[in-house]
């Protein structure tokens, strides 16, 4: 079975541009999570999105967005990236069930480093 | 106070030595828990949840949690040099205003753990 996969995995930008990263969850897993790490913030929920809704919300700009298509297949978009944007993208799938429940397991892609020049 | 807090570190212990990671955390609400290890450069990757009061073992990993005392903690046996890494604690804390938290993961800052021949 297939893990989390994330597209690309380096990414060079300038000030001002945007960015897209791609996530493909693990088979059957149908919520889809972003966090941002950074070696002064850690790891930093960004959003969780279940059947193509956006379920919660991180405390990140607006700059920061993100969707769900119906294969639950994921995107996160930035725009007009600031130097501090420059961190490891991380998404993480899971098959969503109630709190408490192992189905909530998240599992991690290999992440997305991007560098904000 | 930080939502999840973790033991500073670094930590350092010899080959087959007892490492004991600690973790506490603020909402008395949260149902789930999770430790992550992370190599320098990888992504996280889950090494136990645990959701009910007491002891969970697996292999060499043991995972403690205390909801009273709002405490999680991590003991590895006979550690060895392999286990050198960041160790994470990650919380789902309580449901948010709309009544879901599952996709939201709340992390500690990390503990590096080393182990010495």
Redesign the interface.
């Known amino acids: 079975k297939a893990g989390v996969t994330q597209t690309p995995r380096y990414l060079i930008k300038t000030r001002g541009q945007q960015v897209t990263l791609s996530c493909s969850p693990i088979s059957g897993h149908r919520?889809?999570?972003w966090?941002q790490q950074t070696p002064g913030q850690?790891?930093?929920?960004l959003f969780?999105?279940?059947s193509e809704t956006q379920?919660?919300k991180?405390n990140f700009p607006g700059r920061f967005s993100g969707r769900q298509f119906s294969n639950s297949r994921s995107e996160m978009n930035v725009s007009t990236l600031e130097l501090g944007d420059s961190a490891?993208y991380?998404c993480?799938s899971?098959l969503?069930?109630?709190?408490?429940?192992?189905k909530?397991?998240?599992?991690?892609?290999?992440?997305t480093r991007l560098s904000v020049l | 106070q930080k939502e999840v807090e973790q033991n500073s570190g670094p930590l350092s212990v010899p080959e087959g030595a007892i490492a004991s990671l600690n973790c506490t955390y603020s909402d008395r609400v949260s149902?789930?828990f999770?430790w992550?290890r992370q190599y320098s450069g990888?992504?996280?990757?889950?090494i136990m949840?645990i959701?009910s009061n007491g002891d969970k073992e697996d292999g060499r990993f043991t995972a403690q949690l205390n909801k009273a005392s709002q405490y999680v903690s991590l003991l590895i046996r006979d550690s060895q040099p392999s286990d050198s890494a960041t160790y994470?604690c990650?919380v789902?804390i309580g449901?948010?205003a709309?009544g879901?938290?599952?996709?939201?993961?709340?992390?500690?800052?990390?503990t590096i753990l080393t182990v010495h021949p």
């Open positions: 919520s889809v999570s966090y850690g790891l930093q929920f969780e999105y279940f379920r919660n991180g490891l991380l993480a899971s969503a069930g109630r709190v408490g429940l192992a909530n397991i998240q599992y991690f892609g290999a992440g | 149902q789930s999770f992550y990888k992504s996280p990757e889950l949840s959701y994470l990650a789902n449901p948010n709309g879901t938290s599952y996709g939201k993961l709340t992390f500690g800052q990390g």
